[in-house]
């Protein structure tokens, strides 16, 4: 069900944004194929989990790839800007530095 609904979201183009190790939903549900990600997996998790295209896997700490937004979560303030930057929301990107 929940791999139904993220299947779908990704049909209908939304924004999915996954940070730390959730890009596993991602990638069970079929949403991370044939897209560059990140996951705060180690390779070694990745390789067992048995699901994940390591080919376009990214050491970058935020990935964006269409409407596909994935981070490691030491990567959470870059992550929360690109997922802002997405949703075109207005803020202040230097929010968290002042």
Same mark, same amino acid.
Do not use: C
């Given at each position: 069900?929940?791999?139904?609904?993220? %299947?779908?979201?990704?049909?209908?183009? #939304?924004?999915?944004?996954?940070? %730390?190790?959730?890009?596993?939903?991602?990638?069970? #549900? +079929?949403?991370?194929?044939?897209?560059?990600?990140? @996951? +705060? &997996?180690?390779?070694? +998790? &990745?390789?067992?989990?048995?699901?994940?295209?390591?080919?376009?896997?990214?050491?970058?700490? @935020? @990935?964006?790839?269409?409407?596909?937004?994935?981070?490691?979560?030491?990567?959470?303030?870059? $992550?929360?800007?690109?997922?802002?930057? #997405?949703?075109?929301?207005? $803020?202040?990107?230097?929010?968290?530095? #002042?």
């Amino acid at each position: 069900m929940l791999f139904d609904f993220i %299947s779908h979201v990704n049909a209908e183009g #939304a924004i999915i944004a996954s940070i %730390s190790s959730t890009p596993s939903l991602l990638a069970k #549900a +079929g949403v991370l194929k044939n897209k560059k990600y990140t @996951v +705060g &997996l180690s390779l070694e +998790g &990745l390789d067992k989990l048995g699901f994940f295209d390591l080919s376009h896997l990214s050491e970058d700490l @935020v @990935v964006q790839d269409g409407n596909i937004i994935t981070a490691r979560g030491i990567g959470f303030i870059q $992550f929360g800007i690109t997922v802002g930057k #997405a949703l075109h929301l207005s $803020f202040d990107e230097n929010w968290y530095r #002042a």
